[in-house]
C-alpha cells in the first residue's frame, strides 16, 4: 500500500449489489462522508454517502444530490417544479431555508446520492 494511502478508509462494495442501485460504473461513484447538520434527521455529520456522479444533468429529478455551491460541497434534496426548468433546494432539517424557485441551469450538480451509511451508538 503507498505511503499516501495508509491510514485512508476504504468501503468494498459488491459488483452486483452496486448494479443493484445503478447502471453507472463503479469508477463514476465515490464516498463522500456528511458534514453538518443541513439534512438531519435524513443524513447526519459522520455518515458516509455513496455519490452516482453519472446521474445528474441529464437525469435529474427528485431526490438528494451533491452539489457545488461556491467553492463547497453541499448536500440538498431537490424537488423539480413540475412545469418549466426550475427547482427548489431544500435541506431537511427545518432551521435551514429552502432555495425556492432556483433556474435548473444554475444547479452545479455533482451527483445524485444513491446510499447512506452510518455508526450506530
Same mark, same amino acid.
Request: net charge negative.
Given at each position: 500500500?503507498?505511503?499516501?494511502?495508509?491510514?485512508?478508509?476504504?468501503? *468494498?462494495? !459488491?459488483?452486483?449489489?452496486? #448494479?443493484? &442501485?445503478?447502471?453507472? %460504473? $463503479? =469508477? @463514476?461513484?465515490?464516498?463522500?462522508?456528511?458534514?453538518?447538520?443541513?439534512?438531519?434527521?435524513?443524513?447526519?455529520?459522520?455518515?458516509?454517502?455513496?455519490?452516482?456522479?453519472?446521474?445528474?444533468?441529464?437525469?435529474?429529478?427528485?431526490?438528494?444530490?451533491?452539489?457545488? *455551491?461556491? !467553492?463547497?460541497?453541499?448536500? #440538498?434534496? &431537490?424537488?423539480?417544479? %413540475? $412545469? =418549466? @426548468?426550475?427547482?427548489?433546494?431544500?435541506?431537511?432539517?427545518?432551521?435551514?431555508?429552502?432555495?425556492?424557485?432556483?433556474?435548473?441551469?444554475?444547479?452545479?450538480?455533482?451527483?445524485?446520492?444513491?446510499?447512506?451509511?452510518?455508526?450506530?451508538?
Amino acid at each position: 500500500m503507498p505511503y499516501d494511502q495508509v491510514g485512508k478508509a476504504y468501503f *468494498a462494495f !459488491d459488483e452486483g449489489w452496486l #448494479k443493484s &442501485l445503478t447502471q453507472s %460504473p $463503479a =469508477g @463514476r461513484l465515490s464516498i463522500i462522508r456528511v458534514e453538518g447538520d443541513s439534512m438531519a434527521p435524513t443524513l447526519n455529520a459522520g455518515d458516509d454517502i455513496l455519490v452516482d456522479l453519472g446521474d445528474c444533468n441529464e437525469r435529474l429529478r427528485d431526490g438528494i444530490y451533491v452539489l457545488r *455551491a461556491d !467553492d463547497a460541497l453541499v448536500v #440538498k434534496r &431537490l424537488a423539480l417544479h %413540475p $412545469a =418549466g @426548468r426550475r427547482v427548489t433546494v431544500q435541506s431537511d432539517n427545518p432551521a435551514y431555508p429552502d432555495w425556492p424557485d432556483c433556474d435548473i441551469e444554475a444547479i452545479n450538480c455533482i451527483g445524485r446520492v444513491i446510499w447512506a451509511g452510518r455508526k450506530i451508538g
